[in-house]
């Protein structure tokens, strides 16, 4: 398995923009699909975003499509969200989840690795 390591969290005003990071040990991480994902207090872990091993295709939930990016560097080990025009509800944990393979995570059920998670908050 592959271990990772979000960071980028924090406080923004309704509006603002952030950018998420995801950190990956191991050399075979470009063999992995990636995700973004987020759980509110009281709710589920909900799917954000999904891409492929080779960043040629993207998924997103439609809450967010429009405002959020994924992106990513194999050579740097590293997946991005790219977070503008935050909204309130767009407040969670943000968590990074991996599948070895060619399956897009786009279900919680479909990661094989988590990441400990990052705090997004966004006032109003």
């Known amino acids: 398995q592959v271990q990772l390591v979000e960071s980028g969290g924090g406080l923004v005003q309704a509006g603002g923009s952030l950018r998420l990071s995801c950190a990956a040990s191991?050399?075979?991480?470009?063999?992995?699909?990636t995700g973004w994902f987020r759980q509110a207090p009281g709710k589920e872990r909900e799917f954000v975003a999904a891409?492929?091993?080779?960043?040629?295709?993207?998924s997103y939930a439609d809450s967010v499509k429009g405002r959020f990016t994924i992106s990513r560097d194999n050579a740097k080990n590293t997946v991005y969200l790219q977070m503008n025009s935050l909204k309130p509800e767009d407040t969670a944990v943000y968590y990074c989840?991996?599948?070895?393979?060619?399956?897009?995570?786009?279900?919680?059920?479909?990661?094989?690795?988590w990441g400990q998670g990052t705090q997004v908050t966004v006032s109003s």
């Open positions: 989840g991996a599948r070895r393979g060619l399956v897009k995570v786009t279900t919680t059920s479909l990661v094989d690795s």
């Open positions: 191991g050399r075979t991480f470009s063999s992995y699909t």
């Open positions: 891409i492929s091993w080779t960043g040629g295709s993207t």
